[in-house]
């Protein structure tokens, strides 16, 4: 129980909202939320139109600029990613630096801090022109480091990226391509990516969203900010949830658990369902049902038969007859179909966290810039409830026991 005294500050009362599920912490123009309806909206446009007709790219330059591409303004942005895709010699050498197991999540995040270093210039952003110069070099430049990671972590040459290739031809060119074998991904695969990436470019104020407009609230550059966006992610109930859904569908497929039994062990409190739940939805998350239907739709269409689908179907339709998950309004997430999507398009699951990464860096870069030019963000401080001993004497070092 909270003594309602440690709630007065010098200003008045504090609110005391653990996890700040009732805090509104900014104001912001990107991204529109119905938890209870399961809307969700990128400046204004609907995720279900957006996913049918949109790219990744496009998408890219509507959370960032407000507006979709006219043709002119796509080529133009396309030509500044391409112009972006290389590292910096001596940055390709921080790869040697990293053990060969090393967490691509831990080398994604040092490599795009570090990219500061490389561009000095834009550690203080004053005008739109720095501004769109920092974007695409974060924005292309984090397909690289991705793959380049995998690559090192495999033993692989690198890759580099070609420019003749889309955004999401050329990752997938960097991943899976070898010297003299180039690796040609289907129309299909490379739709299937596109679509993850754009839903997963934002998502108002979630945890690493937070983070980097808490990093930057402090005035801290973009490249430090979108940094700590990384990490806030890795964690297994955001960003790694989808690799935890892998992980599980995969014991289920061993046979060292059954659907019933796993559903069983959730209700007895002993683990949680991986990509079940959300904060704010409370009726379904509409980008679970575009995925559901989308990883269908590629397995279809690529031929590739994955056992990990139907029993992710499986799953989610005993969750959704259960009175434990409907009381508790518990749907499938964004990350509950994903890896079956990932897995096809030839991905590692310790990658998982990293393409939602590449995928939300455009939202990172418009909430910075969002933070960074309203006039009105000051810098993030929380207060606490103290709970700790009242003051006492200090204890010379000869005198404690
Ligand atoms: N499996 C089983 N039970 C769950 C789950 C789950 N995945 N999620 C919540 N619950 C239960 C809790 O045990 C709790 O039950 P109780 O009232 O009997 O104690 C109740 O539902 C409310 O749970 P909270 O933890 O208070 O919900 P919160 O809003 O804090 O958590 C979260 C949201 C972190 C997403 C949670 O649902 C979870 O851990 N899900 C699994 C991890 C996951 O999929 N994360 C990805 C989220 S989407 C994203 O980041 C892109």
């Known amino acids: ?31 529109f939320v119905d ?26 330059y509507l959370l960032i600029f407000g507006e979709l591409p006219t043709r002119a303004q796509r080529q133009e942005f396309r030509q500044l990613l391409d112009e972006q895709e290389l590292l910096h010699e001596d940055l390709r050498h921080h790869f040697e630096g990293f053990p060969s197991n090393g967490h691509p999540m831990a080398i994604l995040s040092a490599v795009i ?48 990226p070609d420019p003749k290739l889309t955004y999401c031809r050329n990752f997938l060119h960097m991943m899976h391509s070898f010297p003299h074998r180039p690796f040609e991904p289907t129309d299909a695969q ?45 964690g297994r109930l955001h960003g790694g949830a989808n690799a935890g859904v892998i992980s599980m569908l995969e014991q289920i497929n061993e046979g060292d658990l059954s659907v019933k039994q796993c559903i069983e062990r959730v209700k007895q409190k002993e683990f949680r369902l991986m990509g079940f739940g959300h904060r704010i939805y409370k009726s379904f998350d509409p980008r679970a049902k575009i995925l559901r239907e989308a990883a269908h739709n590629m397995l279809e269409s690529t031929g590739y038969s994955d056992p990990l689908l139907d029993i992710a179907l499986e799953l989610a339709d005993t ?33 998982f966290p990293v393409m939602f990464a590449i995928g939300r860096m455009p939202g990172w870069i418009a909430h910075w810039n969002e933070a960074n030019t309203d006039g009105v963000t000051k810098i993030h401080r929380p207060r606490q409830i103290y709970t700790g001993l009242a003051p006492r004497k200090y204890v010379p070092l000869d005198s404690r026991l």
């Not at 599920?21 to 900014?26: E, H, I, L, M, Q």
């Not at 000095?120 to 952003?125: C, E, R, S, T």
């Not at 997963?200 to 808490?214: F, G, I, L, Y």
Request: hydrophobic share 40%; proline share 3%.
């Open 1 to 31: 129980a909270i003594d309602i005294t440690g709630l007065r500050s010098e200003t008045g009362f504090i609110t005391y909202d653990p996890g700040y599920a009732n805090t509104g912490s900014c104001s912001s123009n990107i991204t």
């Open 35 to 60: 938890g209870e309806k399961g809307i969700l909206r990128y400046r204004g446009y609907p995720i279900e139109e957006l996913a049918a007709q949109g790219t990744f790219i496009e998408t890219a």
């Open 113 to 160: 801090n570090a990219l500061g270093c490389y561009h000095p210039d834009l550690l203080q952003i004053n005008t739109e022109d720095e501004f769109l110069r920092a974007a695409a070099k974060i924005i292309s430049k984090v397909r690289t480091i991705a793959a380049w990671s995998y690559r090192k972590a495999h033993g692989l040459p690198f890759m580099y």
């Open 190 to 234: 490379v739709r299937a990516l596109s679509l993850f990436f754009l839903l997963h470019a934002d998502h108002e104020q979630n945890c690493s969203c937070s983070t980097v407009r808490m990093v930057q609230s402090t005035e801290a550059n973009m490249f430090a900010s979108v940094s700590a966006g990384i990490c806030a992610l890795w």
């Open 319 to 351: 969750a959704l007859n259960d009175e434990y998950f409907t009381e508790r309004k518990l749907y499938p997430n964004v990350d509950f179909y994903s890896g079956i999507i990932l897995r096809a398009l030839g991905i590692p699951v310790n990658m």
